[in-house]
């Protein structure tokens, strides 16, 4: 073991002179511990006392020490160990309380620069002054790093400063609170005002939305009602044609020819009527079901009007209560009353959220059980007529393809590009057809972007799309519109799959076809039937 020390000498030529006689330390709080034990090692290291071990011991004595850095030179351990302390008058309190506490011991400063001689094998301890701050030396450098000289006196002035500031920060802070709880007020009529307006538009929406499935309600009911009168008079005529047929064939018994055509007959009018009165059953079917369906629609729609007022309520509620929980947010301050008042409402507030939750998913999950059904109506209408093409050929309301590719523009653009005649030119759109409608299913291509100049977001083509560039610079506007007008209806209809799907669609509106629409439709199927028929029965 060997004690470690600096020379002390003549420090007061080394210090600088203070401008005042006031005692200054060195801050933030620093005190230094002396004569720490150290050896060699076999490197010729010097070695000691680790700090987290010094900082444990002073802490069990109290002083409660942020962290003891021991001091390092060339050689090793210098002996030497800097306790810092926190940087408010309770470290300073705590650093004094520790160099009092060597001191009583006599292991204080002036204990330790009485000379080797006079030192034993303990540790000196005391808290670093001016005379430590311009030692020369090792430690003196240590003591400097980060660190400054102040006074008592000076670090009080300093609070004070600090204190002021912050009563004027406080009090700027209060001024822009009244401020915010203006706004907030302006905000919350402002809210309400809006509010009322939302709710008269939904109650004429609600109104609207009323008429509508009224009239569709009526146009199926009629529907229905033809179909059946229509069913039963089909069914009436084509027992009076085949009464007469039979009739006919017990008439004929001479011309062979005339016998065979009269048979010919009876079996085509036997097979027509088969086939009228499974075309009529299934049209009953269809309008039975339809109605089935709509009743049902009604009924969720009239139980969903209901929660819908009950949510609009409570959404009304609940805002008014957040504007009055922001209000008294800011209002509250040091209140005890208006902080409990407050509580409550906020309780009151989630209490009210929770069951708008509630009650929003009851609705969607009704909602989405009767959309399934309502699609379900429409995928069946559809399938009916795909299956009689030839009923609804012509009208305004028919089955569209949506994502489907025409070929005619096509055609004219590689006769345009490549000058040659129609029947080559065919057969090379077909082929650049067949590309595209690779290109229009791929999930992964998405030649749109968001745009929001209006307020409201929507997809927009992407101008800079590197494969519809180069189909316009190659091919022109028209084809190009018209691989973008598939692409659109895709990403609209069928954004997961990328295939075509078959949709009821007005193409005199250019929109999707209504339920009404396509009741209207069935309607006008219907007197096309009973026509073909009675035409018939005439010849």
């Known amino acids: 073991m060997e004690k470690q020390e600096f020379s002390v000498g003549d420090s007061s030529t080394e210090m600088k002179k203070s401008d005042c006689n006031e005692e200054k330390f060195v801050w933030p709080w620093v005190g230094l511990v002396a004569n720490i034990p150290t050896e060699v090692e076999k490197s010729g290291r010097r070695v000691g006392k680790s700090g987290s071990t010094l900082r444990d011991e002073l802490i069990q004595k109290g002083f409660n020490p942020t962290r003891v850095q021991p001091i390092w030179n060339f050689k090793g351990h210098s002996g030497f160990a800097l306790v810092e302390f926190t940087k408010d008058f309770k470290g300073f309190e705590n650093a004094m309380n520790f160099e009092r506490s060597y001191k009583s011991d006599s292991h204080g400063k002036k204990d330790w620069e009485k ?25 003196g450098k240590n003591v400097q790093k980060k660190r400054d000289l102040k006074s008592v006196s000076q670090l009080q002035e300093e609070e004070e400063r600090k204190m002021v500031q912050l009563v004027e920060n406080m009090s700027q802070s209060i001024e822009m609170k009244k401020i915010s709880k203006q706004e907030l007020e302006h905000k919350v009529d402002e809210t309400s005002r809006v509010m009322e307006s939302v709710e008269l538009h939904n109650y004429q929406l609600n109104q609207t939305y009323k008429q509508e499935v009224e009239k569709m309600q009526t146009n199926l009911q009629e529907l229905y009602q033809q179909i059946v009168i229509g069913h039963e008079k089909s069914m009436s005529d084509l027992e009076t044609e085949r009464e007469k047929l039979e009739n006919r064939a017990r008439q004929i018994y001479i011309n062979e020819a005339e016998m065979e055509k009269s048979r010919l007959e009876i079996e085509m009018n036997q097979k027509a009527m088969l086939e009228q009165n499974e075309a009529n059953m299934e049209a009953m079917k269809l309008a039975e079901k339809h109605q089935k369906e709509k009743e049902k629609l009604h009924e969720k729609i009239m139980e969903m009007e209901a929660k819908l007022n009950e949510t609009q309520e409570l ?59 309502y699609q379900e109506a429409r995928k069946e209408m559809i399938k009916f007529w795909n299956q009689n093409e030839d009923l609804v050929s012509g009208e305004k ?47 992964h291509w998405h030649p749109f972007k968001v745009d929001e100049s209006d307020g409201i977001a929507k997809n927009v083509v992407d101008d800079n799309d590197e494969k519809l560039v180069k189909l316009k610079d190659a091919y022109g506007e028209e084809l190009y519109n018209e691989v973008v007008r598939a692409k659109m209806e895709i990403e609209e209809y069928n954004p997961s799959g990328g295939y075509v799907v078959s949709e009821l669609w007005n193409f005199e509106k250019n929109r999707k076809a209504t339920m009404g629409e396509a009741t209207d439709v069935m309607l006008k199927i219907r007197k096309k039937v009973v026509a073909m028929k009675n035409k018939r029965k005439r010849r």
């Not at 301890?125 to 030396?137: C, F, I, K, L, P």
Request: hydrophobic share 40%; proline share 1%; with cysteine.
């Open 315 to 373: 959404e009304l509620e609940i805002e008014k209560l957040k504007g009055n929980t922001s209000v008294m947010k800011h209002m509250a301050d040091g209140d005890a009353d208006l902080m409990e008042k407050m509580a409550k409402t906020q309780i009151e507030l989630e209490a009210r959220e929770t069951a708008l939750y509630d009650k929003i998913m009851s609705m969607t999950q009704k909602e989405r059980m009767a959309n399934d059904e």
């Open 115 to 139: 000379g080797v001689s006079l030192r034993d094998d303990k540790l000196y301890g005391w808290v670093a002054r001016e005379d430590d701050y311009y030692r020369s030396g090792i430690v």
């Open 397 to 443: 309301t028919r089955v569209k393809t949506m994502g489907h590719l025409n070929m005619k523009p096509f055609v004219l653009a590689v006769m345009r590009k490549h000058r040659c005649s129609e029947a080559r030119a065919e057969l090379k759109a077909a082929k650049l057809c067949s590309l595209w409608e690779g290109q229009i299913g791929n999930v």
